[in-house]
Every structure is written in structure tokens, then in C-alpha cells.
């Protein structure tokens, strides 16, 4: 008999209660060996002015038993409210989400009879940092910010998760065509990654046509890895064209606490009648299992699953009249698959969950070697919406306020497009103005000060600086659209 062995549970909103006792049935009857702590999340939290969503003191929970199992929650309506899954994954660190995605036809209607694909999604950065400002009456920024450590860890889980489960393939997703810092960042990381990888295929695709593929011929795929907000929208793609997004699982891993949930959400609209399908959770309760080092258990609840899926005892998301053969509820289908707790499916393939060899997945990142960092100029944003904002009259301007300066006006760009000099009459300008100012020799940060200094006493609002910098000489920052 198997140690017992504590989880943190939480049982979520809308459908949540529902599928989780559904989930913990299978699970108690599947006789696995745990324990269950649970703890509070989501929208009563929430309302009680606590607008992380969860209690101080559930986090001694969740490092305490560091396996958290969870139901999805309801983030109430109304700004101040912030993501709890975004908290829960950057604050114990969980940086790397997988979400297996598999066809189940011929039992689940699906235009794709061959999808196998695991996409690997990096958890903490990109967009989902939150870091978000209005600068002017018309315009608001979002940051995306991409680091080297971050990349390189989740572009080596990526590899390392294909060399253990025998995949064939790495495919990385970016926008580096035109995001070519950040995602240039993240595309040249995993090439030089992927040569420590010889026997796995590796490729690259621009976002757009890899979401076009996923959607299109997923059975090319194997391992997808991706940034962030990419990896978030392609994995409810994949998913939905297996059938439905109620089937699919996820973990999400750092390297010491791991979050195992369904990939979609609360849906209140069916709370409470007792109809929701509980394939999402359960089959993320898989994956944890596979992570507590209980695989056979992991292959005892989904073979059960996937040989009720098999039977065609189905939910009403996934329920067709000309596949499906008994219409159930949720405790229908639960019962059903405790049922067949010790059987195998006889079409769909059997769950394995062996590893060909053993994974590196938290390897220590060696530290960068530091380059020679060198102040070449400011990116000075201003607000202004003056003389029908005519970018001649702004650029003379500065022009003026920064002439015996030791940094001057290159050009002024507006949402991206330069607008003077020689600007198009054409482009549209909005009251946010990008204004690159460079170096005519040696500056620092005092040289900076003493330009913004200037343009306040010309009577500028400045919003916001971006300093330009060389790394060993190669340019930091990205030029302008027409620059």
C-alpha cells in the first residue's frame, strides 16, 4: 500500500463543486492514495475585498503540500480584480503549462481522427505580466516582457519532455517577423537550444500559420512550444477541434509546486444542473498523478475514462445523436467511469505513461556572460494635441528646446510609424508621441535628465522614457516603421 499522500483541493465556482466531487469520487474509488486539504478560492474571496482571490493562509497549503489540484473559479466583473491563475503560477512559479491535446475519434465528432500533440506554453511572462499604463487621453501601452532565463527554461522543458515520452518534433511558435527583440529573443534561444537535441526534429513557424496548421493538419504536430498569450489562445484551438475544450487537462510545473486543473472555465450558466462534463479536471488529475509517481493509477482512472468515452456514455457537450449512445449526467458519467475502474479500452489506444528516459526538467541555467552596455539615446513619449497635431510643429520644437544638448531629436514616430521628418499626410496620430533622440557623443543618465529638463521648461508633457542602448556594440532597441 502506497504512503497516503496530502493534496491541496480547491472546489472552484460555477461548475467547479460539481466536478471536482465528481473528480475526488473517482479518484477514492480508483482507491488512489490521497489526502485532500482543501482551501477557498475564487469568487467568494473575491467579494470579501480580497482581490487576489485566495486567502493568506491558503498559501501555507499550497507550499506546504506543493500539489495543488483545482476547480475553475469566477473572477467577478469590475476592474481591481486580478487573474488568481496568473497569481498562483508566477508566485510559486510555475513556469511551464503542458496541455496534452488527442482526438477520441471515431467516439468524439471531431474533422481531425489524428491529433497528438502536447503544447508547451511558458507561464509567467510575456504580456500576462500585467504591467499596463494610460499615458494619454487616447492611448494606453502594455508591456511584453520576454527574458533570456525564462525562455531558456521552458524551450528545455520542451525538449526535455520530448526526449522523455519518445516524441519526434519541437515546433516553436512566435511573432518574430515583427517582434524581433522579444520573440527574436525567444526564436533564437530555442535554435541554439535545439542543437543540443540531435535525434528530435525541430522547426519554426510564424504564429499566424502555426495557428492555421493547429487548426488545419494538427497530425503534423508533436510538441508545440510557445510564449505565453500565444500558447493560451493555440491551446483552446487544438482542443476545440478535438471535439470540445471541456475534455482537455493541464499542469502547470515549476520546480517544486505543480497546479493541476481543466483547461476551461466555470461556465455559470449550467452551474447547479447537475449536467457539466468532469473530463477536463479528472483528466488533469491524470497528470497529476503522473507527477506524484503514481502511473498506475494514472493509467487505471484514464483507461476507465477512455473506455467510457469508448462505450459512448457521453455528457451533452460532447453528446451526438449518430456516435453517442446513452445521454448523461454528470453523476452518470461519474458513475460510469468508476464502473470501469480495471478495464482498457478496446479502439482508443491505452493510457502509457512511461518515460523513455529520465528528464531534466529544472537544470541549473548557467549565468550570462555581462556585455558591454553603452547609453546611445532616449525614446522620449510625450502627450500632445496642438495645432491640428501637426508632427512638423512638434519636431521644430524639440528640435529647438534640445540644440545644445549632447542628445538630439532623429525623428518622432506616432504608434509606431515615423511622422517626421518627411512624415505622410496620410497617417493617422493620436496624442501619443514616440520622440527618438541619439547621442552626438558619449552620453549618461545625467545627459538624459538634463534633456528632459529642457523639453519641461519648453512646456512638453512628458509621459514616459525608454533609454536606447547597445549591448557589445549590438543595437537594443527595435527602429521604427519607416526609420
Not at 510564449?227 to 471541456?246: C, F, P, R, W
Request: charged share 25%; with cysteine.
Amino acid at each position: 500500500m502506497a504512503d497516503k499522500r496530502n493534496i491541496t483541493v480547491a472546489f472552484g465556482d460555477g461548475i467547479g463543486p460539481e466536478i471536482m466531487q465528481a473528480t475526488l469520487d473517482i479518484l477514492d474509488a480508483a482507491g488512489t492514495p490521497l489526502i485532500y486539504d482543501q482551501i477557498e478560492i475564487g469568487e467568494k474571496v473575491y467579494l470579501r475585498g480580497i482581490t487576489s482571490g485566495i486567502e493568506e493562509s491558503s498559501w501555507d497549503s499550497l507550499r506546504r503540500n506543493k500539489v495543488f489540484l483545482k476547480a475553475p473559479i469566477t473572477t467577478p466583473q469590475g476592474g481591481g480584480y486580478k487573474s488568481l491563475n496568473v497569481t498562483t503560477r508566477k508566485t510559486l512559479g510555475l513556469f511551464a503549462n503542458v496541455r496534452p491535446i488527442r482526438s477520441f475519434y471515431p467516439f468524439i465528432k471531431t474533422h481531425h481522427p489524428i491529433i497528438d500533440m502536447v503544447i508547451i506554453r511558458e507561464n509567467e511572462e510575456d504580456l500576462y505580466a500585467g504591467i499596463e499604463h494610460q499615458q494619454t487621453q487616447e492611448v494606453v501601452q502594455a508591456l511584453k516582457l520576454i527574458s533570456h532565463p525564462g525562455s531558456e527554461r521552458i524551450i528545455r522543458y520542451a525538449f526535455e519532455y520530448a526526449k522523455a515520452y519518445g516524441r519526434k518534433k519541437v515546433t516553436c511558435l512566435t511573432k518574430d517577423n515583427i517582434m524581433k527583440h522579444t520573440d527574436g529573443l525567444f526564436h533564437k534561444l530555442f535554435d541554439q537550444i535545439g542543437e543540443e537535441y540531435p535525434n528530435i526534429k525541430r522547426d519554426h513557424m510564424i504564429i499566424d500559420i502555426g495557428s492555421a496548421i493547429i487548426a488545419d493538419k494538427p497530425g503534423t504536430l508533436d510538441v508545440v512550444v510557445t510564449e505565453n498569450l500565444y500558447g493560451d489562445i493555440v491551446s483552446d484551438i487544438a482542443a476545440q477541434i478535438t471535439g470540445s475544450v471541456g475534455l482537455g487537462g493541464s499542469s502547470n510545473v515549476g520546480k517544486s509546486v505543480a497546479m493541476f486543473e481543466a483547461i476551461h472555465g466555470s461556465a455559470p450558466d449550467i452551474a447547479g444542473d447537475g449536467i457539466a462534463n468532469p473530463s477536463g479536471l479528472l483528466n488533469g488529475a491524470v497528470m497529476m498523478l503522473v507527477h506524484l509517481g503514481m502511473p498506475d493509477y494514472a493509467r487505471k482512472v484514464r483507461n476507465a475514462w477512455l473506455k467510457t468515452i469508448e462505450q459512448g456514455i457521453h455528457t451533452r457537450d460532447i453528446y451526438n445523436e449518430e456516435i453517442s449512445k446513452r445521454l448523461v449526467n454528470t453523476k452518470g458519467f461519474t458513475d460510469a467511469v468508476i464502473s470501469n475502474l480495471g478495464e482498457v479500452p478496446l479502439t482508443l489506444a491505452p493510457a502509457r505513461f512511461e518515460v523513455q528516459t529520465e528528464p531534466n526538467f529544472f537544470p541549473e541555467l548557467a549565468p550570462l556572460p555581462r556585455k558591454k552596455k553603452e547609453l546611445v539615446g532616449v525614446d522620449v513619449f510625450i502627450d500632445w494635441d496642438k495645432n491640428d497635431r501637426n508632427p512638423d510643429v512638434i519636431g521644430d520644437g524639440l528640435k529647438a528646446a534640445s540644440s545644445s544638448l549632447k542628445i538630439q531629436l532623429k525623428m518622432i514616430t506616432n504608434r509606431g510609424v515615423k511622422v517626421y521628418p518627411d512624415g505622410l499626410p496620410e497617417t493617422y496620430k493620436t496624442d501619443h508621441w514616440r520622440c527618438r533622440f541619439t547621442a552626438t557623443e558619449a552620453v549618461n543618465n545625467e545627459d538624459v535628465v538634463t534633456l528632459l529638463s529642457a523639453l519641461h521648461t519648453a512646456g512638453y508633457d512628458v509621459v514616459k522614457t525608454e533609454n536606447l542602448y547597445t549591448f557589445d556594440g549590438e543595437r537594443g532597441y527595435s527602429l521604427a516603421q519607416g526609420e
